[in-house]
């Protein structure tokens, strides 16, 4: 498939979990793919290894979604190397549950830092770069509906990114840049299984709860991502869309 052909893409938290079956499903849809990690080179190196190996192209680039500067170094180096930009998915996040008598100010900044000002800075230097036929897809999710207890934080962090949706949609759009978010359930990841979640009590609940009766994997998300980065979803903005198995 090209419906992304001659688009550049970047993805943040791009080297495990949700973020690499962004990063492959973009460019097996024809994008050129900037491959963002933190800490997991390896993981990013193994992403863009993949994506090459199946005839398609992408860089792996290290940024702390928290530093203006590497921010700043990600999007120039999608520039230098391709010459434009049109596609920002903004996944890179962390979650840390706790009750509220345990949150502390340090899980607050953290995740806030991560999930909510990453995103900001990113978008803030991918604007002036971005024409009409722009997208930017920002991974919240269905907590923000769910409302699960002894998430405060987290979910504050993931309705900041709602909300940040909806005014930046109506910010971008008459210039022609659409921004969408996309609203995961639980997802099979590197991170739901370190956090536990896998195989928990937690999964079983959530399960019982789910009209589709499953929790999700990455390739129930990626899709998605690539039809809000096309010109197929050429009419669709400020959506936040639910992907979850019905579970809200
Ligand atoms: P994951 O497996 O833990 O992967 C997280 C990714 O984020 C990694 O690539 C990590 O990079 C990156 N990252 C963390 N801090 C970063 C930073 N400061 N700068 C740049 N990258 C950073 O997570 P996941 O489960 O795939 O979740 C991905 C996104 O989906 C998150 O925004 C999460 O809130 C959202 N989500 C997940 C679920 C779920 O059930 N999995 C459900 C709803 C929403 P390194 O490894 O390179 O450090």
Known sequence: MNKLKDKVAIVTGASKGIGAGIARQLAADGAKVVVNYASGKGGADKVVADIEAAGGTAIAVGADVTSNAEVESLVSAAIDRFGRLDIVVNNAGIYQLAKVEDTTEELYRK??????????????????????????????????????????????????????????????????????????????????????????????????????????????????????????????????????????
């Open 111 to 248: 995740q806030f830092d991560i999930n909510v000002l990453g995103p900001l800075l990113l978008i803030r230097a991918a604007a002036p770069h971005l024409g009409k036929g722009g997208s930017i897809i920002n991974i919240s999710s269905n907590v923000t509906r769910v409302l699960p207890p002894e998430s405060a934080v987290y979910t504050g962090t993931k309705g900041a990114m709602d909300a940040i949706t909806g005014v930046l949609s109506r910010e971008l759009g008459p210039r022609g840049i659409r921004v969408n978010a996309v609203n995961p359930g639980m997802v099979e990841t590197e991170g739901t299984h370190a956090a536990g979640a896998i195989g928990s009590d937690f999964q079983a609940w959530y399960e019982r709860l789910t009209p589709l009766g499953r929790i999700g994997q990455v390739r129930d998300i990626a899709p998605i991502v690539s039809f809000l980065a096309s010109d197929e979803a050429g009419w669709v903005t400020g959506e936040i869309i639910l992907a979850s198995g019905g579970m809200r």
